[in-house]
């Protein structure tokens, strides 16, 4: 995995949960990772489009604009 889950729980404790079950830190944790990863390879896709050998801002910002 990409993000550790002690950044994953860390994350929920602070939007205010109190309480954490094992089973919803773990899905959450793999649903960010899926999403982190899907992200980054889209800006790395974007990068390769434009013929760029570094992923940049606006490369990053497209990719997290995409649905």
């Known amino acids: 995995m990409y993000i550790p889950k002690s950044v994953i729980k860390k994350i929920l404790k602070e939007a205010g949960a109190v ?4 089973d ?3 899905l959450f944790h793999d649903s960010m990772n899926k999403i ?3 992200k980054a390879s889209r800006a790395v896709m974007l990068t390769k489009h434009r013929k760029g050998r570094t992923t940049n801002a606006l490369d990053i910002k497209l990719a997290m604009n995409d649905r």
């Open 19 to 22: 309480r954490l079950s094992d």
């Open 24 to 26: 919803g830190l773990q």
């Open 36 to 38: 982190a990863f899907s």
